[in-house]
């Protein structure tokens, strides 16, 4: 059974630090862009940052640019959102998702296996 499995998500202070991780099973990821996508109540689902099949690109939204960095271990099946100096908006159910695509896009509909989601909570 094809599965992505986020963890790492949960209440942090404002500028603090949380790394999620996606980690696939019944399937590698070697030839799967990774994207990380969130949504936060009453909000759109949104994309945040992806990174290429072959880590050669990566792509961040412009609120995220600086703070969060996004990485993968094809040895572990496994992809990291780094998330730095968090603030208030961006609490949210952070998703990753799989496209069998070699380029990094944040297309929702490019990807084809979506995790369950894991909360980031950032409150003081």
């Known amino acids: 059974q094809l599965q992505l499995v986020e963890s790492g998500g949960g209440l942090v202070q404002p500028g603090g630090s949380l790394r999620l991780s996606c980690a696939a099973s019944?399937?590698?990821?070697?030839?799967?862009?990774i994207g990380w996508f969130r949504q936060a109540p009453g909000k759109e689902r949104e994309g945040v940052s992806c990174?290429?099949?072959?880590?050669?690109?990566?792509f961040y939204t412009d609120s995220v640019k600086g703070r969060f960095t996004i990485s993968r271990d094809n040895a572990k099946n496994t992809v990291y959102l780094q998330m730095n100096s968090l603030k208030p908006e961006d609490p949210a159910v952070y998703y990753c998702?799989?496209?069998?695509?070699?380029?990094?896009?944040?297309?929702?509909?490019?990807?084809?296996?979506w995790g369950q989601g894991t909360q980031v909570t950032v409150s003081s």
């Open positions: 019944g399937f590698t990821l070697d030839d799967y862009a």
């Open positions: 990174i290429s099949s072959s880590e050669s690109s990566t």
């Open positions: 998702a799989a496209a069998p695509i070699r380029l990094c896009v944040l297309y929702s509909y490019e990807y084809d296996y």
